[in-house]
T-cell receptor, first 112, second 115 residues
Framework: GDSVTQMEGPVTLSEEAFLTINCTYT??????LFWYVQYPGEGLQLLLK?????DKGSNKGFEATYRKETTSFHLEKGSVQVSDSAVYFC???????????FGTGTKLQVIP | ETGVTQTPRHLVMGMTNKKSLKCEQH?????MYWYKQSAKKPLELMFVYSLEERVENNSVPSRFSPECPNSSHLFLHLHTLQPEDSALYLC??????????????FGPGTRLTVL
């Protein structure tokens, strides 16, 4: 079945450091890929998405490229801020609403 | 109010209580979802409703009973829960077609504690 694997957290970075959170997936068909972010005490918010191979999703300085050849959708940001501290979830949607798979989440802590 | 709202935000209940969680979406979507989020575990999809009909039930215990009276409202009725049911319960909505799942939008969640 479908699966999403994220790097274990927590990830601790200093402000203005470069961020990479790895995400790889296995899926049948051609899934859409998403990154969601969850701030403390809140629900999940869509951060970015990509619906086909080689698409790049971007938002708020975050980027991720849909790599079909490596089945990856790594999240990157050039310069993190303290306000980026949150839990980040990689997810894939394939074949309709019942085919929704989330990763376990990666906690990011950015220190001043 | 916009987006997806959930009430209550926090709930503490005993194992013999009956309570309900409420979700409302203001996005004009035609599908709604209940998820369970437990520490150290992936998000678990519990129920899916499309056009007010249940289309997915991922082997959820019968002590959880969903209700979708219309496309904007979703309830999760709880009775005789166990302490391991303590978790954050998230509601989401999306616009569906027969073969495509659009982006899911989430509510803030209800933090449930079962004593």
């Amino acid at each position: 079945g479908d699966s999403v694997t994220q790097m274990e957290g927590p990830v601790t970075l200093s402000e203005e450091a470069f961020l990479t959170i790895n995400c790889t997936y296995t899926a049948t068909g051609y899934p859409s890929l998403f990154w969601y972010v969850q701030y403390p005490g809140e629900g999940l918010q869509l951060l970015l998405k990509a619906t086909k191979a080689d698409d790049k999703g971007s938002n708020k300085g975050f980027e991720a490229t849909y790599r079909k050849e490596t089945t990856s959708f790594h999240l990157e940001k050039g310069s993190v801020q303290v306000s980026d501290s949150a839990v980040y979830f990689c997810a894939l949607f394939s074949g309709g609403y019942q085919k929704v798979t989330f990763g376990t989440g990666t906690k990011l802590q950015v220190i001043p | 109010e916009t987006g997806v709202t959930q009430t209550p935000r926090h709930l503490v209940m005993g194992m013999t209580n009956k309570k309900s969680l409420k979700c409302e979406q203001h996005l004009g979507h035609n599908a709604m979802y209940w998820y369970k989020q437990s520490a150290k575990k992936p998000l678990e999809l519990m129920f899916v409703y499309s056009l007010e009909e249940r289309v997915e039930n991922n082997s959820v215990p019968s002590r959880f009973s969903p209700e979708c009276p219309n496309s904007s409202h979703l309830f999760l009725h709880l009775h005789t829960l166990q302490p391991e049911d303590s978790a954050l319960y998230l509601c989401a909505s999306s616009q569906e077609s027969a073969t495509y799942t659009d982006t899911q939008y989430f509510g803030p969640g209800t933090r449930l504690t079962v004593l």
